[in-house]
């Protein structure tokens, strides 16, 4: 009798403990805006300087995805690299499984780390068909937003913003931290974020298209886009 309660016992806990370790769903749902109305691709908007604007292609990586808990210690999750872009509506959801019960922000990298960047080239999502790596520079644009706007003063009214370089004084890559009040997971959530594109061009810094329509290289132009960008992100719901 005394070795069957012991046997029952053991096999209650070994489920109680498989219980608290199953692992939780969770997908992060891009949703590109410029203001307050959701991008599409084509349509024309205004910008926080009221430039007229169509875009006509939007992109970045977004990478090392990692959890932050209730104590503030980081979970990370597979560490692997994402291509948003606003022409493929699959890429903007990114789902993993994490045996986090409960966080209280998100922390990912838009770009490609260093470490990326001096391996050459790569496949999958950093593979460079996708048009965002640098033969020419050996390097990858971490984000990039192209178009047209008639304040643009070159052939066509183009503008073309192509944002990289990873090197010490001009890397474009940037941490990106949101914070989420008490999130329990269920069985499966979402979390919607938003990436408003008028940060792009007044934020930190004030970017008139009128003025740079064209970034395609690392420098001081490209180090203040990605300090823009760096704050266009936020958490709008958990479902």
């Known amino acids: 009798m005394i070795k069957l309660l012991i046997i029952g016992f053991i096999v209650i806990r070994c ?14 749902q891009f949703r590109n805006t410029i203001g307050n109305e959701l991008l599409q691709l084509g349509n024309t908007y205004k910008n926080s300087f009221g430039e007229d604007l169509v875009i ?3 992109k970045y990586y977004v990478s090392n995805i990692r959890l932050i808990n209730a104590s503030g210690k980081f979970i990370d999750t597979h560490n692997d690299y994402y291509l948003i872009d606003e022409a493929d509506s ?6 993993f499984t994490t045996l986090a019960k409960q966080i209280t922000g998100i922390e990912f990298l838009l770009g490609v780390d260093s470490i990326k960047n001096v391996n050459g080239v790569q496949t999958g999502a ?9 033969t020419w520079n050996s390097g990858y644009i971490m ?9 643009a003063k070159v052939p066509g009214n183009l503008f073309s913003l192509h944002v990289g370089g990873f090197r010490n004084g ?4 940037r941490r990106i931290r949101l914070e989420i009040l008490n999130f329990k997971f269920q069985i499966s959530n979402s979390v919607v974020i938003e990436a408003d594109i008028n940060k792009w ?3 930190v810094h004030n970017i008139k298209i009128a003025e740079h329509p064209i970034c395609h290289s690392p420098g001081n132009l490209a180090m203040q886009l990605a300090d823009n960008y760096a704050t266009m992100f936020k958490i709008v719901s958990v479902n």
């Not at 950093?126 to 640098?134: E, I, Q, R, S």
């Not at 001009?170 to 890559?173: D, I, K, L, Q």
């Open 15 to 28: 489920c109680i403990n498989t219980a608290s370790f199953a692992q939780q769903t969770i997908t992060l």
């Open 90 to 95: 699959t890429s903007k959801n990114i789902t």
């Open 143 to 151: 984000a990039k937003l192209e178009g047209i706007a008639t304040v």
């Open 170 to 173: 001009e890397n474009t890559a």
């Open 126 to 134: 950093l593979d460079p068909l996708n048009g965002m790596f640098w």
């Open 201 to 203: 061009f007044q934020s």
């Open 56 to 58: 006509n292609r939007f």
